[in-house]
């Protein structure tokens, strides 16, 4: 039986609160999943696997995002600061030993974490996730570009104008999900995972999450992970690390696993023939059995 999550408002040390999901499983481990970019928790990319699976998975929305509470504008929220939210998150819960999985932009955040507290992360899973873009190129040249020209302002004028590039888009998104999945990286290869049972729906619900609170969650993130450093180097991740990437993927394609792969000391790349950047639906049972192997 699939079991439902619960909702806790966990307050951190400097009186922000953020969202944090679980859906209790057995005794077969606590999976704690990184969401994309845009994102947020209480995604499950297969029920049926992870109930079958008898895991407990544990997601936090990052500032922003969901029910999550923001920074204040003229922070800075990075790939650093969301893996120390996780560690509050995870002292505040008791866990000491968790399997680590980001998917896109998540999957730095999960690096991170294991990076920078080994003791808590057993083993990591890393999805689709972007190598740097100036070692693997993967934004759009207009995006790039815009990303350049606000190098260097506060974080207060990058986020005012990156809200205001993102105006548009965001009320489309807000009025119709399904216009965002492109966001989230959907092609054509990704036409199967779409036609899986409640597959779209789950996809379309965690874009309606991401974009509750407007742009600020994707703002933040965007800011964060490309102007700021990243607060960890791949070659501290000493956790056995599975990269999983699509063959197809338009966005993230086998390059960027093999840069990864190159990096970490202790990583092995599987690319699925034929996959788009959603697969990690379609590869959630792998990703599983990786984190809760025995």
Known sequence: MTKEATTEFVALGNERTVAVYEKPGGSDGVVLMFH??????????DPKVTADRGVTLVE????????????????????ASAADDAVAVLDRRGYRSVGVVGWSAGGRIALALAARRPELVDRV?????PAP???????????AAGVDALRGLPAKDVHAAMTQQL?????MVAESPEMGLEMLGRSDADGPVLDRPDAAERFTDLLRAAFVQGSTGLVSDMAGYTMRPWGFEPADVSAETLLLYGSADPITGPDHGKWWQRQLPNAHLEVVSGAGHLLITPRWESVLSHLVAT
Not at 36 to 45: E, K, S, W
Not at 60 to 79: C, F, K, M, N
């Open 133 to 143: 873009h100036e070692e693997v190129p993967w934004m759009p040249a207009d995006i």
């Open 60 to 79: 936090i929305d990052r500032p922003g995002y969901g029910g999550s509470q923001p920074l204040a504008a003229d922070e800075w929220a990075t790939v």
């Open 167 to 171: 105006q548009d888009y965001v009320s």
């Open 125 to 129: 899973a890393v999805v689709a996730t």
């Open 36 to 45: 994309p970019a845009p994102g947020a928790g209480l995604f499950d990319p």
